[in-house]
């Protein structure tokens, strides 16, 4: 995986280079993994733009978007400019989801969401296998949590090993601990918006994805299994292949 610098934004990575169980490896360019794209400077689009992004994949729910639109407009694109969706991970109105906001633990909340939102995931997955050519963008707010969980599934379907898919979201702490102080100076003297940051902080321990992993192994019988048993096809499963994969 390769840190990118794209003005603006701080936890920015191409996956490729990424071995996997088959003896291939993640070709480099092909999915890119960010924070928030609304951030960008016009030097840091233009750098999205010229690294070949076709496809950008919002996992953010529509609150979240119309607070903080983001760079690119659903639909058709500019010229230029990648197709973007809006495809949030969890459905904010599902009975489930103060199951999943109220989790006694980050790998609980992880794993009920993968539990609870399958039909969300795989249809993630899917508009990935249906990109056009070029590079694919996932992302969410901080890119850590929604975009790890969908980047994880993407790299286990493929069959990069667990200890890569975990060092790759572990990552992500030290490149958002920067935007992290940026806050906490910007917010000194206001107590309410300092416990809500305090509350936020940008941690992603190995062992709460080793955790996913294990969970989706032992319930599904791994990523390949839990997304072919809620409907992606196998024909759908050989396009991400060739997508993602050195020949």
């Not at 493929?158 to 702490?173: T, W």
């Not at 917010?187 to 936020?200: E, Q, T």
């Amino acid at each position: 995986m390769t840190k990118l610098l794209w003005d603006a934004c701080y936890n920015v990575r191409d996956v490729g280079g990424m071995s996997t169980a088959f003896g291939r490896s993640i070709r480099s360019g092909v999915l890119v993994r960010s924070d928030l794209l609304s951030r960008l400077t016009p030097e840091g689009k233009q750098a999205l733009l010229g690294y070949g992004i076709s496809t950008v994949i919002d996992l953010r729910w529509p609150d979240e978007v119309a607070k903080d639109p983001s760079a690119f407009i659903p639909g058709t694109p500019k010229p230029g400019e990648p197709v973007y969706h809006i495809l949030p991970v969890e459905n904010r109105n599902s009975p489930v989801i103060g199951q999943i906001d109220n989790a006694a633990s980050q790998a609980e909340g992880y794993c009920l969401t993968m539990d609870y939102c399958r039909p969300e995931l795989v249809e993630i997955v899917r508009t990935v296998a249906d990109a056009p050519a070029g590079g694919v963008l996932v992302h969410c707010h901080a890119g850590k949590d929604r975009t790890g969980m969908v980047v994880a599934l993407l790299l286990g379907l493929v069959g990069v090993p667990d200890e890569e898919i975990v060092a790759d979201y572990a990552a992500s702490e030290e490149q958002l601990w920067p935007l992290y102080r940026q806050w906490e100076a910007q917010f000194a003297g206001d107590p309410v918006k300092l416990a809500w940051l305090y509350s936020k902080t940008p941690v992603s321990p190995p062992e709460v994805m080793g955790a996913v992993l294990e969970h989706l192994r032992n319930r599904y019988g791994g990523v390949r299994a839990y997304l072919l048993g809620a409907g992606l096809s196998e024909t759908e499963l050989a396009r991400i292949e060739d997508r993602l994969l050195e020949v």
